[in-house]
């Protein structure tokens, strides 16, 4: 139990200490935990261009305000959808530059091989990806044959390819919850509209 003298030390030291002062300090100290930016909220723009896709208008607009229950939802399935989008590009985008490093830092397909099964490419789209940004043949094969491996890599890189993997996962799993809920409100939209079906 704390007794009265160390509560008043407490108080005393926590006076002390109560972080940046100014407007920028305050700013900076706001951004420590900010590495990537893939838990933030996505891009308007992607949000907008995903919404148009959803509600098939190319002049719609999303609106945060809306109280109807289908463009809640669409909303939040395109807010997901672009969510996995920069997710997955994110992904994507570390490992191409990993293999972008590699084959500067190692010139023949063998070192390139070496130093790419250091990297996790269990993930089938990236892979995928990969193949489609190489026009040397031989660099076509190496990627085949590597995405049938399971290579070990060095912590670091297995670490950053788990996080982007883990922050891609949620993202697929929220657009999911959402694809069910947008399915959800167009069926009953249609129920109690059926002349809307008819087309």
């Not at 160390?6 to 100014?22: D, E, L, R, V």
């Not at 809640?72 to 985008?93: I, P, V």
């Not at 890599?153 to 999911?176: F, G, I, M, N, V």
Request: hydrophobic residues 40%; proline residues 4%; charged residues 30%.
């Amino acid at each position: 139990m704390t007794t009265r003298k160390q509560a008043a030390a407490n108080k005393a030291n926590a006076q002390k200490s109560s972080g940046p002062k100014s407007a920028a300090g305050k700013a900076k100290a706001a951004q420590n935990a900010v590495t990537h930016g893939l838990t933030g909220q996505p891009d308007w723009t992607q949000v907008t261009r995903f919404y148009r896709i959803i509600v098939e208008d190319a002049d719609a607009w999303p609106d945060a305000s809306a109280t109807d229950a289908q463009t809640r939802a669409a909303l939040a399935l395109a807010e997901a959808q672009a969510s996995l989008h920069r997710a997955a590009q994110a992904e994507r985008e570390y490992i191409f530059d990993e293999s972008v490093r590699t084959l500067r830092k190692k010139g023949t397909v063998q070192e390139f091989v070496e130093v790419m099964a250091e990297l996790d490419l269990d993930d089938v789209d990236t892979i995928n990806f990969l193949l489609t940004r190489k026009t040397d043949p031989e660099m076509i094969e190496t990627l085949k044959i590597l995405k049938k491996a399971a290579p070990n890599r060095p912590a670091a890189r297995r670490l950053k390819l788990k996080h982007l993997a883990r922050y891609r996962r949620e993202a697929d799993a929220r657009r999911r919850k959402a694809l069910r809920i947008w399915i959800s409100e167009e069926y009953q939209k249609n129920e109690t509209n059926p002349i809307s079906t008819i087309g």
